[in-house]
DNA sequence: TAAAACTAGTTGCAAAATGAAATTAGTTTA
DNA sequence: TAAACTAATTTCATTTTGCAACTAGTTTTA
């Protein structure tokens, strides 16, 4: 077990979403609808397999993904948002606000953003209820 | 000149924050009245002073944090947030709010935010505008 | 005014994390 | 049966981190 620096909730945040790649998979299953490892492996920042691997495993032990098979494809796992999971679509969409205010964005992802702020927290709430449908619907069985 | 991974607002906003301590500074700033080196380097979580260094000259760079020199100290600096900086807020409360519900929590910890939280948009915005204030002294002259 | 303490760093070095490429073992498709 | 797909694992070079010691200038204290 690893220790923890403090408590402090801006600091258990960290202890999870504190590095380059973590923050980026939750992206691609919450906003880009991907749910297979080499779906969120060929995403523009080109992850490398094994720091994909080494995340979605620890995204499993903190509860915030779930992996489970494909029935279909044997090999495959699906990887869902969890409730835990679902939560972090405000911090995501705060976030995406001030790069879209402070930082160099490109136009087409610009206008993805302003469609998702534009919606303001209805279409936010459907959003979330949708992935939360899903993360129900594995969990019940 | 660092290059960057893609333009998407998540990954824009990690090449900036996607660390282990950068965002404590903030915090340390934004929430604790800290202005000095030395302040920060003493919170809980025990950054090491190259760390702090490197940060907050990387800070400094992005727009994020300004330096000024201490009229009644010369060798102090004081490090005072940018409007860039000052308008993370949202996202620090929104991370704050998630590890109330999904992460463990001091109950210290845990009074701190539930106030900031009762106390609403009005409370944010009043604390928004007096850092601003701070700022646009120094940037006046 | 000399000594001690404070301030914001810098330096050196060991340990850990990252990233790229190659490899693997099982599964599915042609 | 061969080729392609899937989710890794392994290896190794590079980068980042973390700790401790040190430094140079400034301020306070005796």
Chains 1, 2 share one sequence.
């Not at 796992?77 to 939560?87: A, E, M």
Request: net charge positive.
């Amino acid at each position: 077990m690893k220790e923890l620096k403090s408590s402090c909730p801006i600091n258990q945040y960290l202890e999870v979403f504190g590095d380059k790649w973590t923050l980026l998979i939750i992206r691609d299953i919450m906003f880009d609808g991907k749910r297979y490892f080499n779906e969120i492996r060929e995403s523009d920042e080109k992850i490398a397999s094994n720091i994909l691997t080494d995340r979605l495993n620890k995204l499993e032990e903190s509860g915030i993904v779930i992996k489970t098979k494909d029935a279909k494809h044997k090999q495959k796992n699906i990887y869902t948002l969890t409730k835990t999971g679902v939560d972090l679509m405000p911090i995501m969409i705060a976030m995406s606000l001030w790069s879209l205010n402070h930082r160099k964005v490109s136009e087409k992802d610009r206008a993805h953003v302003s469609e998702l702020v534009k919606g303001g927290k209805d279409l936010q709430d459907k959003m979330s209820a949708a992935l939360l449908k899903e993360y129900e619907a594995i969990s019940e069985n």
